[in-house]
């Protein structure tokens, strides 16, 4: 599931480099197909991003908290 999401934020992030070329602007109906894709993949790609740092904050904390664990003074 993680691949295919990450597949998804790829073809995103290609996307928004492609429709600012100034060489395709000029080709509308390619860039105007590319922008509807990108478009659409969008609330897919920010709910993937909110995930991903979701699971960095948790593995911060996790690590934070094997800290406290080994260290006494900062247990309290």
């Known amino acids: 599931m993680q691949d295919k999401l990450q597949a998804i934020e790829d073809r995103y992030d290609e996307l928004t480099g492609l429709i600012g070329d100034p060489e395709l602007i000029g080709r509308q109906e390619e ?11 969008e609330e897919v790609v920010t709910a993937f991003r909110e995930y991903k740092e979701v ?19 900062m247990e309290e």
């Open 55 to 73: 699971l960095r904050q948790l593995k911060e904390n996790e690590e934070l908290l094997v800290e406290c664990e080994e260290d006494p003074d």
């Open 31 to 41: 860039w105007i197909k590319l922008t509807k894709e990108h478009a659409g993949l």
